[in-house]
């Protein structure tokens, strides 16, 4: 089944303490890419890449870093979280990120920092 | 860059009433506006879009509306089901560096009153 994969679904942590969210897509998609959901904010672009080892910033990339060594693989890394990075979080990604392309999201994971 | 506004934040509506959810955007530029739904829960999933050169486009009980020169779009279900509650973006997207910088509106919560 073509798919986008998250893990972890929850994760609790506390502030400081180094974690990664990875993201795997089995469709042989090009252009992957990171949003946070907030209430009241919709989903802002943290990161994006358009192919392996082509990463760029989106609207809120502050304190996050992300890596694509792989194609299949987009992990997002938060080197030392903090209470304001306690979001919902979800991986995406189309074929190529070209023109009329829809977001293929994964089932999101749910962090929250205290 | 771009702006997209969505109204209203939250709608409810009767079973079998119709519902319309409105997006504004900014950047003349932006030429494919895709909306996603998302149940309680789950990820945002496609269920309609409608590419800058179209001004309405149907399916099913679902049609988006974009009127370029007032530079908005509109979502329309019509004989809502209790499935149709949920939340909804609307998205504007335009060709940035290459590929298509996607920017969503802030959601509507749509809730269908049996």
């Known amino acids: 089944e073509a798919q986008v994969t998250q893990n972890p679904r929850y994760l609790i942590t506390v502030t400081g303490k180094k974690l990664t969210v990875t993201c795997s897509q089995n469709?042989?998609?090009?252009?992957m890419s990171w949003y946070r959901q907030d209430p009241g904010l919709g989903l802002r672009q943290i990161y994006y890449s358009m192919n392996v080892e082509v990463t760029d910033k989106g609207d809120v990339p502050e304190g996050y870093k992300v890596s694509r060594k792989e194609k299949r693989n987009f992990p997002l890394i938060l080197e030392s979280p903090s209470p304001n990075q306690t979001s919902l979080y979800f991986c995406?990604?189309?074929?190529?990120?070209?023109?009329?392309?829809?977001?293929?999201f994964g089932n999101g994971t749910r962090l929250t920092v205290t | 860059g771009e702006n997209v506004e969505q109204h209203p934040s939250t709608l409810s509506v009767q079973e079998g009433d119709s519902a319309v959810i409105k997006c504004t955007y900014s950047?003349?530029?932006?030429?494919?506006f895709p909306w996603y739904k998302q149940e309680l829960g789950k990820r945002p999933q496609l269920i309609i879009d409608?590419?800058?050169?179209?001004g309405e486009k149907k399916d099913q009980r679902i049609a988006v509306t974009l009127n370029k020169t007032a530079k908005h779009f509109s979502l329309h279900i019509t004989e809502t089901q209790p499935e149709d509650s949920a939340v909804y973006f609307c998205?504007?997207?335009?060709?940035?560096?290459?590929?298509?910088?996607?920017?969503f509106g802030t959601g509507t919560k749509l809730q269908v009153i049996p």
């Open positions: 995406a990604s189309t074929p190529t990120g070209g023109p009329h392309s829809p977001l293929h």
């Open positions: 998205a504007a997207s335009l060709n940035s560096g290459g590929y298509q910088k996607v920017t």
């Open positions: 950047d003349s530029a932006s030429n494919y």
């Open positions: 469709m042989n998609h090009e252009y």
């Open positions: 409608i590419r800058s050169n179209v």
